[in-house]
C-alpha cells in the first residue's frame, strides 16, 4: 500500500558504506523553474551500476538516489513553468543541469529542472526513450575524439540487457523487480 506524500527510491550512501538499497522518502514538491515527474523508466548504465556501488567516481551527494537519466510524465509544475505541460512525457538526464537539487531516476517521482526536459510524442515508449542521453552523448563523444585522433577504424558494440544481467548481484535486482511490480500492478486493474 503506498502512503500518501512518500515514495521508493533506490540509494547509495558511500558513508555508510551501504547501498543499493530502497528507501521510503517524501515525494519532492514543485519549485520555481522546477517539474515533478512521475518516472515510468531509468536505465542501468554502466556507470549507474559502478556509482552505485561506489566504484565510478564522486557521488553527488550523500546518500543519493541512483540513476543517471530517465523518462516519464510531468505530474507538477513550480512557478515560471507553463501549466499546459503537466501530463506530458519527458526524457530527462537531471545532471545535464549544475544544480544543488540533484536527484538521481531510479524513484517513483522526480524534481528536475524545466530546462533539463525533453519532450517526447504521447505514441512513443518512455522504456524505449529512457536512454536517451547517456548511450548517444559517450558515442558522440567516442566518434569526436577518435576523429581528433585521426583513427582510421572505430568498433562499437552495443551494451544490452544480457550484458547487464552478467553483472547483476541480488542486491541490483532492487531497481528492477521495482519496475516490474510497477507493471504487473497496472496490468491487474
Not at 45 to 68: I, K, M, T, W
Not at 143 to 158: F, G, P, Y
Amino acid at each position: 500500500m503506498e502512503k500518501k506524500g512518500i515514495m521508493k527510491a533506490v540509494v547509495r550512501d558511500i558513508k555508510a558504506d551501504k547501498g543499493p538499497y530502497v528507501v521510503e522518502i517524501p515525494i519532492p514538491a514543485p519549485i520555481p523553474n522546477y517539474v515533478i515527474v512521475k518516472v515510468l523508466a531509468s536505465p542501468v548504465n554502466p556507470s549507474d551500476y559502478y556509482r552505485s556501488h561506489g566504484l565510478f567516481g564522486p557521488a553527488p551527494y550523500e546518500p543519493y538516489v541512483c540513476g543517471n537519466e530517465g523518462a516519464g510524465i510531468v505530474t507538477e509544475v513550480g512557478e515560471g513553468v507553463p501549466k499546459d505541460i503537466i501530463g506530458k512525457k519527458v526524457a530527462v538526464w537531471p545532471e545535464i543541469i549544475e544544480t544543488k537539487d540533484k536527484v538521481g531516476m531510479w524513484c517513483q517521482y522526480a524534481r528536475i529542472p524545466y530546462s533539463a526536459c525533453v519532450f517526447i510524442e504521447d505514441s512513443q515508449n518512455c522504456e524505449e526513450l529512457c536512454a536517451l542521453f547517456v548511450n548517444p552523448l559517450t558515442l558522440l563523444s567516442f566518434v569526436t575524439l577518435t576523429k581528433e585522433m585521426k583513427c582510421k577504424t572505430i568498433v562499437v558494440t552495443a551494451v544490452s540487457y544480457t550484458h547487464l544481467r552478467a553483472h547483476e548481484t541480488r542486491h541490483d535486482l532492487v531497481c528492477r523487480l521495482l519496475l516490474e511490480k510497477k507493471k504487473k500492478k497496472k496490468k491487474k486493474k
